[in-house]
């Protein structure tokens, strides 16, 4: 085996042009980790906040960072025992916890290691890890979404809100999200009842017409904002609002305890259980990965770009990395996109 490896390495925080490829050490594996070929990783909301710098002191310089890996184990730690050299495994890697998934190998304890689903490709999988444990931990352990409640989920054509559409529907309830009029068909395809028009209408009034006023039980926020204070506004009695972001701004509560509102916060904790539900959901085709564009490993600055700015590039779902190949498929209406925003740009 050669002791080094290709990575993405942030050299420093910043833009998209901060990653550098070069060559490191292979990690040496502990007595309970596992060693993996790393075929495929994603990008995620966090990876662009730890590249620009929002979280300088938890992530020392030079480094690797990533949160998806699906791929294949190549050697075993002295203690391991649940898994075998061959073996397709997909997770994330702890976070902040160390080196991440922008890398040929990855060396990760044993605990956080699931079976990758046997249907879908290294590709999908790992566009599956971190985003569908955030989903099962907000819907599932949080806010205990039940079967025919009313869930109302922000940003339903991103790559956490196509999973939250589909397992909300797998829980049995009933599914509002909000998304560019251009996305309806597509969130609607996917399990989505109703969609609302975020460009163009007010999602309180939209959520008081469709549910006559009786409101919804959960709200699932991935756009922040001011989302903490409207939530109550559409909330039923006892309603719970589930956040993936940051409070970056001050916030009014004042409604939520009319409601008798409760609020969660995640972030998400790592475990093979999360992965294992995810699995069995996927191999049952309730749930599909979503794929909105694919790029090599050498491409992760604008893997990094397309992400950050999906909703100028109307994104669907995840951003790809082939690690192991040079696979590029950045669909027409992106690169149109870019060139239109760069030719109207002062």
């Given at each position: ?64 960072i990533g ?9 075993l730690g ?165 956040s993936l ?102």
């Open positions: 085996m050669k002791n080094t490896m290709k990575a993405m390495v942030l050299a420093r925080f910043g833009g998209p042009e901060a990653f550098e490829l070069r060559d490191v050490p292979v990690p040496a594996v502990g007595p309970r980790q596992v060693r993996v070929r790393v075929h495929a990783t994603a990008i995620n909301p966090l990876d662009y906040q730890i590249r620009r710098g929002d979280y300088v002191d938890y992530v020392p310089l030079p480094a690797i949160h998806d890996i699906s791929g294949v184990v190549e050697e002295s203690h391991v025992t649940e898994f075998g050299v061959g073996d397709e495994v997909y997770y994330t890697p702890r976070i902040f916890g160390g080196a991440g998934s922008y890398a040929e190998q990855h060396v990760a304890d044993v605990e956080l290691v699931g079976r990758k689903p046997e249907n879908v490709s290294h590709l999908e999988a790992a566009s599956l890890t971190l985003a569908g444990g955030t989903v099962w931990e907000a819907f599932v352990t949080r806010a205990q979404l039940a079967v025919g409640e009313t869930v109302l989920i922000h940003g339903g054509a991103g790559g956490v809100g196509t999973l939250a559409i589909q397992m909300a529907k797998a829980i049995g309830a009933r599914v509002i999200t909000t998304a560019r009029a251009s996305d309806h068909a597509f969130v609607k395809s996917l399990g989505a009842d109703e969609a609302i028009d975020f460009m163009s209408e007010d999602y309180v009034e939209a959520i008081a017409t469709i549910t006559r006023g009786r409101g919804v039980n959960v709200v699932f926020d991935t756009i922040g904002g001011d989302t903490l204070t409207r939530s109550p506004l559409v909330l039923a009695d006892a309603g719970r609002v589930v972001m940051d409070i970056a701004q001050p916030q009014n509560l004042i409604e939520a305890w009319g409601k008798n509102a409760s609020y969660h916060f995640v972030f998400t904790r790592q475990n093979r259980g999360k992965l294992d539900a995810l699995t069995h959901l996927v191999e049952r085709g309730l749930v599909k990965p979503i794929l909105g564009a694919t790029l090599p490993l050498a491409r992760m600055g604008e893997a990094h770009e397309l992400l950050e700015n999906g909703g100028a590039y109307a994104l669907r779902g995840k951003v790809a990395i082939d690690v192991v190949g040079q696979t590029l498929d950045v669909p027409e209406r992106f690169r149109e996109r870019k060139a239109a925003l760069l030719a109207t740009a002062p």
